[in-house]
């Protein structure tokens, strides 16, 4: 009578381990961010979803709700939270020379601290420095964003930045290009104080043989559309599109080159002599050859007015040490020296900017957010100023959705990253934002930060705010 009882107590074992067998195991991920907003870039539309991540890239998004088959490392629970890309600032600096070397690194945790993730480093004297810090980044070990950056400018001889490369024939482009690709920089940069134009032209076409991105200033002996079809492929502010917009802009170039007129002699001329039509034709040109424009329009009103505001208790003046703040006295005093006119006619040209900038965007130009913050550029903060941009694209008419588009979206189609960057996606690498609140309805939700991942690490509100706080100079 036992074996009959022993069969069946092994057929059920062995059924039972059978079942365990075929038993569907759940599938692992380093990090899961459930029931979150996220929004769509393309499009503004928000869906409620869930992101598996593994290794710092996004491998699935998925709307259902049955999580049962998963287990994460680590979960965040991001309801009600608004999911967003890390955010991108696409034009500032690290510079100052060998003294400020510090201060520019304690920026990282400014930039970090306001969820920017990536910043477009566009020009300066600190590129040993900034290629340290970019592979300590890479390694966990210092927080910060990731850098791209242009290494040193180029522009003419004794041009007006520290570290620029001079060019003054072609076998001085063939060997500042050289030189930029051994470093190796991730765009050109080229300014306007020194360089020639027929230097400037042939820089962008050598660069472009290269296939290398080039941005930067124009020198005003140059016209807009000689630059567009030499290959640039973003111009940094907006005065030389004022340029390209001038019905006058030929006869004004040729003042110009006799200099008969200088620089700022140009700008009332320019935007007196502004043209809807001419607009028109330039922002179709602009379009067609994919440039991009950096408006930078919130440094142009900080500027504007320096002698109305008191930045004396701005709260980021803690974290700009005593050596960045002496950078700022030269615009500062240069203000202090203005006439009544040339103040006027500041504020005036901030103001036709803003106009500028908005035709600019509903005629479909690809704009690319940039704070222009760091040394020299007064009471422009890394960090913060990104989100300024942002606001101040939206004060001129610009709709949230296309504010956002211009950061982390359009940076990095600009930089040729966009197959890593840019969107919530599957496949993209992890650099997300949480906030809590839409910033769809308001774009100041931009900085109701709940966390922030970024390098395979979560950043949670204490962190940022312990990186804020590392930050103040004492």
């Known amino acids: 009578m036992r074996l009959p009882i022993i069969g069946k107590i092994v057929a059920l074992t062995l059924f039972i381990a059978f079942v365990s067998c075929n038993e569907k195991k759940p599938v692992s991920f380093d990090i899961l961010i459930k029931n979150g907003s996220v929004i769509n870039l393309e499009d503004g539309t928000i869906s409620v979803s869930n992101i598996f991540i593994n290794n710092n890239r996004i491998t699935k998004i998925t709307t259902d709700a049955s999580l049962s088959d998963v287990e994460a490392k680590v979960t965040i629970d991001a309801t009600g939270k608004y999911i967003v890309p890390g955010f991108w600032d696409n034009h500032m600096h690290f510079r100052g020379g060998d003294s400020l070397i510090d201060v520019n690194k304690n920026f990282l945790k400014l930039f970090m601290a306001n969820g920017i ?3 477009r480093d566009a020009g300066g004297d600190l590129t040993s420095s900034i290629l340290e810090w970019r592979k300590a980044i890479a390694n966990n070990e210092l927080v910060g964003p990731k850098i791209f950056t242009s290494g040193p400018k180029i522009d003419g ?4 930045w520290a570290g620029s490369l001079d060019v003054d024939n072609e076998e001085d482009i063939t060997n500042a290009l050289d030189s930029l690709e051994a470093i190796p920089s991730d765009f050109v940069k080229i300014y306007d104080s020194r360089i020639s134009g027929a230097n400037y032209i042939k820089t962008i076409e050598e660069a472009e043989k290269r296939n290398l991105i080039t941005s930067g200033h124009m020198p005003f002996t140059v016209e807009l559309d000689e630059t567009i079809d030499a290959g640039i492929d973003a111009v940094e502010h907006l005065y030389y599109i004022m340029k390209g917009s001038s019905a006058n802009e030929k006869e004004i170039t040729q003042q110009l080159i006799k200099k008969e007129i200088g620089f700022w002699d140009a700008m009332p001329l320019l935007q007196s002599s502004y043209s809807d039509s001419t607009a ?3 922002f179709t040109n602009l379009k067609e050859h994919n440039v991009f424009v950096v408006p930078t329009l919130h440094i142009g009103r900080v500027l504007s007015y320096l002698d109305e505001v008191d930045h004396s208790k701005d709260d980021y003046l803690k974290y700009m040490s005593p050596g960045i703040q002496q950078t700022y006295k030269g615009r500062i005093d240069r203000v202090k020296n203005a006439t009544d006119k040339q103040v006027a006619d500041r504020k005036a040209l901030d103001q036709f900017f803003g106009k500028l900038a908005y035709k600019l965007s509903v005629n479909g130009v690809l704009l690319l957010a940039g704070s222009d913050s760091g040394a020299y550029n007064s009471y422009t903060y890394p960090g913060i100023s990104l989100h300024k941009e942002l606001e101040a694209m939206v004060n001129i008419g610009m709709s949230p959705l296309n ?8 940076g990095a189609k600009f930089l040729k990253q966009d197959e890593d960057y840019g969107t919530i996606s599957e496949g993209k690498i992890a650099d997300i934002v949480l906030l809590n609140s839409n910033p769809l309805e308001d774009i100041k939700n931009t900085q109701d930060i709940f966390m922030v991942l970024s390098n395979g690490n979560q950043h949670n509100k204490s962190d ?8 103040i100079v004492n």
Do not use: E, F, M, R
């Open 403 to 410: 504010a956002l588009k211009t950061s982390a979206y359009n």
């Open 280 to 282: 028109l034709a330039t």
């Open 117 to 119: 993730t990536t910043v």
């Open 464 to 471: 940022l705010n312990h990186l804020l706080n590392s930050a």
């Open 157 to 160: 001889p004794n041009g007006t």
